[in-house]
């Protein structure tokens, strides 16, 4: 139930010889023991296939950077059938056929038995992310995959037992603690359990330890920030570092990281009925969950990456909820709450578990009956049946409006009861002086789901008025208003500060994706750049009849099919540095930190100025235009441009064609963010070095310097990893809905 920042916190494959089959195994009966702890096992209610741990190597960090790195994909129908390949070969590579993964998909549901000796050994089985891996390769996003840690110990699953106590922890010590706030997610787990309970805020390691042994709980909800967020948010640079791992007090009640080998034996209570541990944190399913089955815990719930805190709050709250309704039966819970809350949204959702569920569920017919929910009434006390929790963002920035976000940080209601909520009104208003900009919506909250998320439901109607207006800062109201059954849940207006429409702001969330709004194609100032490149596109073809037609000029014949393409691009080079004296310039005033103010290009080609990010969206835009892909470069201290040198680099790029395939250097539980921003480097480096990528220092333009000069310019921008941050493919974007703002001529 991850919290969302109280104050602002933005910052910015081994592959086997693929002559050789590996030998159909042989499934041995379901009631069998494993044969050995050097196989990971795949199981269903039908049978068992076995995969030689040795096989699986660096796959795990190829597959773990893919699967981090979804958003570039998901959405795509090529990308998903193309990696669904790789992941049958893969498959097939380790031993698993494709007639079983029809098996698998049939039944549904399947768990990975994966053997544990010590954290050593068998780590790369750990991090894999097999339910990423297994869904694809069956076509069913809904599968359900489970995680068995075979510790070679024998015993009983005590967890189908009523579990009677739950202890919340809440970590965020020292500097971590104003900027997170747990309160509703406590009263959340608290509500939707409704067990004897304790909680802990702020322990140290001792502390923690101490109070399981103690208290012994029968399940531990575990909400803080890891090591990776931890790490970044406090700047650490210290060397003792860990791969995964949890924020806990020190002695003085400073940040202490706590790595998750320590961890995993502190969350070990012994009790009557075993444990589950829920961890509510990113990247803590590879090695904090599976370490706290290793060390006795009988089940446990983690993260393979970053999640949504929506639908972090929603699974564990629903989880919860349906355990209870389930007459505490962990997999049929489990399985409901997955279909109805993580399916949909690919959720990198973790579930191991010390016992067998799959064979421990054999010869059940019938699943445990769960009462209709009713309807949800209010008591005098309406605050413990219902919670509303808004957060808006006290910088509301124009270019989220207009693709849809940005008003609220947080904006959620809550149920800690599995009854329905039906017409629940919701009423926004931002007020601008004489006018004012309304939204009203009425949600039917489902009696089987306990978080209804409506921030990115929230979406004014301001796109015209501030187009043609707002060129400062202003100060305004908004006013939000909740009501159900009759009574105000929430009813407050808050002090807004409204940016202008020119101004772009960095945020470490959504990176500097809305920078793909400041690209304008349509405005009059790109068309007149293309008509004036005209006459040197004619000149450097020797052909009187060409014309800018995107990648149609493609020569598949020629030594260079994409000379075509190129000669598009320095033909609108030429035309801005020969027809246009540009000079480079700081940006204009701004009165909000870590903002910019940046200008169109007519902007630009009328005041004959620009910085390095003006010319980058210049540049780019004028490459949309002419139907080219463009890129923009993002350095920390700097921006320019690119572009495809044809649509199959760029197809393959989205497609993951050209990631690491294997990195013998990364061996651990997860990578951390500067070794995922280092592969990230590397992967395009990779495309540039190929030449399907060409950048190009923009700034040059104000320099009057030829084009091959651009190119090397650029070249040299990326000569470093440290400074880079992110690659921005427009045409990704548009599909994605980030479309150009509705402004052109002057801004500034």
Same mark, same amino acid.
């Not at 950077?65 to 070969?89: C, F, M, P, Q, T």
């Not at 009059?524 to 060409?546: I, N, T």
């Not at 835009?621 to 463009?630: R, S």
């Not at 990230?680 to 030829?706: F, I, K, N, S």
């Given at each position: 139930?991850?919290?969302?920042?109280?104050?602002?916190?933005?910052?910015?494959?081994?592959?086997?010889?693929?002559?050789?089959?590996?030998?159909?195994?042989?499934?041995?009966?379901?009631?069998?023991?494993?044969?050995?702890?050097?196989?990971?096992?795949?199981?269903?209610?039908?049978?068992?296939? $076995?995969?030689? &741990?040795?096989?699986?190597?660096?796959?795990?960090?190829?597959?773990?950077?893919?699967?981090?790195?979804?958003?570039?994909?998901?959405?795509?129908?090529?990308?998903?059938?193309?990696?669904?390949?790789?992941?049958?070969?893969?498959?097939?590579?380790?031993?698993?056929?494709?007639?079983?993964?029809?098996?698998?998909?049939? @039944?549904?549901?399947?768990? /990975?038995?994966?053997?544990?000796?010590?954290?050593?050994?068998?780590? %790369? @089985?750990?991090?894999?992310?097999?339910?990423?891996?297994?869904?694809?390769?069956?076509?069913?996003?809904?599968?359900?995959?489970?995680?068995?840690?075979?510790?070679?110990?024998?015993?009983? +699953?005590?967890?189908?037992?009523?579990?009677?106590?739950?202890?919340?922890?809440?970590?965020?010590?020292?500097?971590?603690?104003?900027?997170?706030?747990?309160?509703?997610?406590?009263?959340?787990?608290?509500?939707?359990?409704?067990?004897?309970?304790? $909680?802990?805020?702020?322990?140290?390691?001792?502390?923690?330890?101490?109070?399981?042994?103690?208290?012994?709980?029968?399940?531990?909800?575990?909400?803080?920030?890891?090591?990776?967020?931890?790490?970044?948010?406090?700047?650490?640079?210290?060397?003792?570092?860990?791969?995964? !791992?949890?924020?806990?007090?020190?002695?003085?009640?400073?940040?202490?990281?706590?790595?998750?080998?320590?961890?995993?034996?502190?969350? +070990?209570?012994?009790?009557?009925?075993?444990?589950?541990?829920?961890?509510? =944190?990113?990247?803590? #399913?590879?090695?904090?969950?599976?370490? %706290?089955?290793?060390? !006795?815990?009988?089940?446990?719930?983690? =993260?393979?990456?970053?999640?949504?805190? @929506?639908? @972090?709050?929603?699974?564990? %709250?629903?989880?919860?909820?349906?355990?209870?309704?389930?007459?505490?039966?962990?997999?049929?819970?489990?399985?409901?709450?997955?279909?109805?809350?993580?399916?949909?949204?690919?959720?990198?959702?973790?579930?191991?578990?010390?016992?067998?569920?799959?064979?421990?569920?054999?010869?059940?017919?019938?699943?445990?009956?769960?009462?209709?929910?009713?309807?949800?009434?209010?008591?005098? +006390?309406?605050?413990?049946?219902?919670?509303?929790?808004?957060?808006?963002?006290?910088?509301?920035?124009?270019?989220?409006?207009?693709?849809?976000?940005?008003?609220?940080?947080?904006?959620?209601?809550?149920?800690?009861?599995?009854?329905?909520?039906?017409?629940?009104? /919701?009423?926004?208003?931002?007020?601008?002086?004489?006018?004012?900009?309304?939204? %009203?919506?009425?949600?039917?909250?489902?009696?089987?789901?306990?978080?209804?998320?409506?921030?990115? &439901?929230?979406?004014?109607?301001?796109?015209?008025?501030?187009?043609?207006?707002?060129?400062?800062?202003?100060?305004?109201?908004?006013?939000?208003?909740?009501?159900?059954?009759?009574?105000?849940?929430?009813?407050?207006?808050?002090?807004?500060? *409204?940016?202008?429409?020119?101004?772009?702001?960095?945020?470490?969330?959504?990176?500097?994706?809305? *920078?793909?709004?400041?690209?304008?194609?349509?405005?009059?100032?790109?068309?007149?750049?293309?008509?004036?490149?005209?006459?040197?596109?004619?000149?450097?073809?020797?052909?009187?009849?060409?014309?800018?037609?995107?990648?149609?000029?493609?020569?598949?014949?020629?030594?260079?099919?994409?000379?075509?393409?190129?000669?598009?691009?320095?033909?609108?080079?030429?035309?801005?540095?020969?027809?246009?004296?540009?000079?480079?310039?700081?940006?204009?005033?701004?009165?909000?930190?870590?903002?910019?103010?940046?200008?169109?290009?007519?902007?630009?080609?009328? !005041?004959?100025?620009?910085?390095?990010?003006?010319? #980058?969206?210049?540049?780019?835009?004028?490459?949309?235009?002419?139907?080219?892909?463009?890129?923009?470069?993002?350095?920390?201290?700097? #921006?320019?441009?690119?572009?495809?040198?044809?649509?199959?680099?760029?197809?393959?790029?989205?497609?993951?064609?050209?990631?690491?395939?294997?990195?013998?250097?990364? $061996?651990? #539980?997860?990578?951390?963010?500067?070794?995922?921003?280092?592969?990230?480097?590397?992967?395009?480096?990779?495309?540039?070095?190929?030449?399907?990528?060409?950048?190009?220092?923009?700034?040059?333009?104000?320099?009057?310097?030829?084009?091959?000069?651009?190119?090397?310019?650029?070249?040299?921008?990326?000569?470093?990893?440290?400074?880079?941050?992110?690659?921005?493919?427009?045409?990704?974007?548009?599909? $994605?809905?980030?479309?150009?703002?509705?402004?052109? !001529?002057?801004?500034?």
């Amino acid at each position: 139930m991850r919290r969302t920042p109280v104050k602002d916190t933005s910052r910015n494959s081994r592959k086997t010889n693929p002559g050789r089959r590996v030998q159909k195994p042989k499934s041995p009966p379901l009631d069998a023991p494993p044969d050995s702890s050097s196989h990971v096992s795949l199981l269903t209610r039908e049978g068992t296939y $076995e995969v030689p &741990h040795e096989v699986i190597g660096g796959l795990s960090t190829y597959w773990d950077y893919v699967y981090r790195h979804r958003n570039r994909w998901w959405d795509s129908a090529a990308a998903l059938h193309e990696l669904g390949i790789r992941a049958l070969k893969l498959l097939a590579d380790l031993g698993v056929f494709r007639e079983y993964l029809t098996e698998i998909g049939r @039944a549904g549901l399947v768990e /990975v038995r994966i053997p544990f000796t010590d954290e050593e050994r068998g780590w %790369a @089985a750990r991090i894999l992310p097999w339910e990423f891996l297994l869904r694809l390769a069956t076509r069913r996003r809904d599968l359900v995959v489970i995680r068995h840690l075979d510790v070679s110990v024998p015993g009983i +699953n005590r967890m189908q037992n009523a579990p009677g106590k739950l202890l919340f922890v809440q970590s965020a010590p020292g500097a971590l603690a104003d900027m997170y706030n747990f309160n509703i997610e406590k009263w959340l787990v608290k509500g939707s359990l409704d067990l004897d309970d304790d $909680e802990l805020e702020d322990p140290t390691s001792e502390e923690l330890e101490a109070k399981i042994d103690s208290y012994r709980p029968d399940i531990i909800h575990l909400a803080g920030i890891d090591l990776h967020e931890g790490d970044y948010l406090l700047d650490y640079e210290g060397t003792n570092k860990e791969w995964d !791992g949890y924020y806990l007090a020190g002695a003085n009640f400073e940040e202490q990281r706590v790595g998750a080998m320590r961890l995993g034996r502190i969350l +070990n209570p012994g009790g009557v009925n075993g444990a589950l541990v829920s961890c509510n =944190f990113y990247y803590s #399913a590879a090695r904090i969950a599976a370490l %706290a089955v290793a060390n !006795g815990a009988t089940a446990a719930i983690g =993260f393979q990456d970053e999640v949504d805190d @929506a639908l @972090a709050e929603r699974f564990f %709250a629903n989880f919860y909820q349906r355990w209870r309704a389930h007459k505490w039966n962990m997999l049929e819970a489990f399985e409901e709450v997955w279909l109805k809350v993580a399916a949909e949204q690919g959720a990198g959702l973790v579930f191991w578990s010390r016992y067998s569920l799959v064979r421990d569920r054999q010869g059940r017919v019938s699943k445990s009956k769960v009462p209709k929910p009713k309807i949800l009434k209010l008591g005098a +006390n309406k605050s413990e049946a219902i919670r509303v929790e808004v957060q808006p963002n006290t910088k509301i920035n124009y270019s989220l409006l207009h693709n849809g976000e940005g008003l609220f940080r947080k904006f959620r209601i809550y149920k800690s009861e599995p009854k329905y909520a039906n017409g629940i009104q /919701v009423d926004v208003s931002l007020n601008m002086g004489t006018g004012s900009f309304p939204y %009203a919506a009425s949600f039917d909250f489902d009696g089987e789901d306990s978080v209804l998320d409506i921030a990115e &439901h929230v979406n004014l109607p301001l796109t015209s008025e501030l187009a043609r207006s707002l060129r400062e800062s202003v100060q305004t109201s908004l006013r939000i208003r909740v009501r159900y059954a009759g009574q105000d849940l929430y009813n407050e207006t808050h002090r807004v500060t *409204l940016q202008p429409v020119n101004e772009w702001e960095f945020d470490q969330e959504s990176g500097a994706r809305w *920078l793909g709004s400041f690209i304008l194609p349509g405005d009059p100032a790109v068309r007149e750049v293309v008509d004036a490149a005209q006459k040197y596109l004619m000149a450097l073809c020797d052909d009187s009849g060409r014309g800018f037609d995107g990648y149609q000029s493609t020569e598949p014949e020629s030594d260079d099919p994409d000379a075509g393409v190129d000669m598009q691009v320095r033909a609108l080079w030429c035309a801005l540095s020969f027809d246009y004296s540009v000079s480079y310039i700081n940006p204009p005033p701004v009165f909000t930190e870590g903002s910019q103010r940046l200008r169109t290009p007519s902007d630009v080609i009328t !005041g004959r100025r620009g910085t390095c990010i003006d010319l #980058a969206l210049l540049f780019a835009a004028c490459l949309e235009y002419v139907d080219i892909h463009p890129v923009i470069f993002v350095l920390s201290d700097h #921006a320019f441009p690119g572009y495809w040198r044809n649509n199959k680099a760029y197809d393959e790029f989205i497609k993951m064609k050209k990631a690491p395939e294997r990195s013998e250097s990364v $061996e651990g #539980a997860s990578m951390d963010i500067n070794t995922q921003l280092n592969l990230a480097y590397e992967e395009m480096r990779q495309c540039v070095r190929d030449g399907l990528l060409v950048p190009l220092e923009t700034v040059w333009l104000t320099l009057h310097r030829g084009f091959s000069d651009a190119v090397e310019a650029g070249l040299e921008n990326l000569r470093s990893s440290e400074n880079f941050e992110a690659l921005l493919n427009i045409k990704k974007l548009r599909g $994605e809905n980030v479309t150009p703002l509705p402004i052109c !001529g002057e801004t500034t």
